[in-house]
Nanobody
Framework: QVQLVESGGGLVQAGGSLRLSCTSSRSVLSRYNMGWFRQAPGQEREFVASSTRDDAPNYADSVKGRFTIYRDNAKNTVYLQMNSLKPEDTAVYSC?????????????????????WGQGTQVTVSS
């Protein structure tokens, strides 16, 4: 069993920055594909960013150019650097780990492909 714990959320003004962290309870992140998702009140959970085991990033169009996902496997941590934040970025952000013991990469935009989830951290962007 793997536990993921997010931190770094908070209240920020539009145009500001936050860095979210997702730390694993075990030294396994280097073997997992990782993703960040968010869910705003009354809305479906949506894909934000992913990082493959080979450290290849992918982003939702809505955050491309503003958010950066990166990992520090030695610290068992995946980060989401969020710049130029907008009020529409307000949501609960959750990290997730995809366990995929095969060659290649599954569809990391699909939240159903993820096995382990953190509890989420609130990000609020004021206008």
């Amino acid at each position: 069993q793997v536990q993921l714990v997010e931190s770094g959320g908070g209240l920020v003004q539009a145009g500001g920055s936050l860095r979210l962290s997702c730390t694993s309870s075990r030294s396994v992140l280097s073997r997992y594909n990782m993703g960040w998702f968010r869910q705003a009140p009354g809305q479906e959970r949506e894909f934000v960013a992913s990082s493959t085991r080979d450290d290849a990033p992918n982003y939702a169009d809505s955050v491309k150019g503003r958010f950066t996902i990166y990992r520090d496997n030695a610290k068992n941590t995946v980060y989401l650097q969020m710049n130029s934040l907008k009020p529409e970025d307000t949501a609960v952000y959750s990290c997730a780990a995809n366990v995929y013991p095969f060659a290649g990469t599954p569809d990391l935009l699909d939240s159903r492909k993820y096995t382990y989830w953190g509890q989420g951290t609130q990000v609020t962007v004021s206008s």
